[in-house]
């Protein structure tokens, strides 16, 4: 007889969900180009435990060249590529988190008490992350990401090999367990029917659970994706969660009174949110991509692109707990880490494009210093 879904362990669960939602996301972005190269599909093996399954489109270096010159980049049947590059991964791995990581973790989670051990904590994680920088500078780069994790009692020793069998086959406890992730825009130039109907699509998804999960993590996503030395967002949001389990939330109003609103408390209710919003990540993302890719730009509209590609590039490596979180665990596969940086960017000293008064440019940044709302 199957287990039911229920009573079958979370990490199982998240494990199974992930790998199906990173195929139907892949799966939409080639049916989409049909005539480009497929994602290319990387299963690695993490020797400290664990593994995932990396989905990778990249651009040849001389479609790069023709980019940066403003040129159409042909795919094999002569059309230009919808995507310069994109990767959308998944990982499930398992270890013992060191020193460094806890000290990290503590600071980026410290509504959470986490066990004080010397020796490390025994941790699981699982999740999809995933980057779509598109060629054409009029199509949005899009963010998600969407994760669980555990931190764990050590298995216990033991000197029999019976017993040492049977803890092997045993769940360890759970001292702490979390879901978070979300998903961003990230457009050079806006359109602003295309910021409703995405905060719209993501709300849907959101408002089941909660009337105030949307609201809250709206806020959130702009205050996490700035950029303190510029001043400016990453891009025009969504939402972005952390910490969501059954105990207090500091996010929630009320929450310092013990009179949180309705939301997500169980594992199956957090649980049930969080492939909500995965599942509404196709429908949010690629009617806007489908709308965008193929209308005409110019030299000084890709060179705008470079710009604000560099920004994103600044906000991950400078300030993207992720990303700096990754680094510091072992066995940390990098290339992972750094899928999300886009194949080409720019920086020029003193810039002044977005600055001229009425341009298109002007009119991206204005919203980038002083977030909206949009629904």
Not at 151 to 161: D, L, R
Request: negative net charge.
């Amino acid at each position: 007889m199957a287990t039911p879904q229920c009573e079958r362990p979370m990490r199982e669960r998240v494990e199974e969900y992930i790998n199906k939602l990173q195929d139907e996301i892949v799966s939409a972005f080639e049916k989409l180009d049909p005539s480009s190269p497929p994602f290319k599909r990387d299963s690695w093996v993490r020797p400290q435990g664990g593994s995932g399954r990396s989905c990778v489109f990249a651009s040849t270096a001389s479609s790069d060249l023709a980019a940066l010159n403003g040129e159409p980049s042909p795919n094999a049947s002569g059309q230009q590529s919808i995507l310069e590059k994109a990767g959308v991964n998944i990982s499930v791995v398992h270890g013992n988190l060191p020193p460094a990581a806890i000290k990290q973790m503590r600071a980026d989670h410290s509504s959470m008490p986490l066990p004080e051990r010397e020796e490390g904590l025994p941790f699981f994680a699982a999740g999809l992350s995933l980057v779509v920088h598109p060629r054409n500078p009029h199509a949005p780069t899009v963010h998600a990401n969407y994760r669980y994790f555990e931190i764990t009692e050590p298995k216990a020793s033991s000197s029999t090999e019976a017993s040492q069998g049977e803890a092997e086959n045993a769940q360890p406890k759970v001292l702490a367990w979390w879901f978070g992730g979300g998903s961003d825009l990230t457009p050079s130039y806006l359109y602003e029917e295309d910021a409703v109907h995405w905060h719209t699509t993501i709300r849907d998804a959101c408002t089941p659970h909660g009337p105030q999960l949307y609201p809250t993590f709206k806020k959130w996503c702009d205050e996490y994706f700035y950029i303190p030395h510029r001043g400016e967002t990453r891009g025009i949001g969504g939402v972005f969660f952390d910490d969501l389990n059954s105990g207090p939330h500091a996010r929630f109003p009320g929450a310092a009174e013990g009179e949180e609103p309705k939301r997500p408390r169980t594992p199956n209710e957090c649980f049930a949110f969080a492939q909500s919003l995965g599942n509404a990540f196709v429908p949010s993302y690629l009617p806007i991509l489908s709308k965008r890719h193929s209308l005409n730009y110019s030299p000084a509209e890709r060179r705008w692109q470079l710009l604000r590609r560099g920004r994103y590039v600044e906000f991950n490596l400078v300030y993207d707990r992720g990303t700096k979180f990754g680094l510091m665990t072992p066995g940390a596969r990098i290339e992972s880490i750094l899928m999300s940086l886009p194949e080409t960017a720019r920086w020029e000293y003193m810039s002044e494009v977005g600055q001229e008064e009425g341009s298109e440019e002007e009119k991206v940044m204005t919203v980038l210093k002083e977030p909206r709302e949009w629904v």
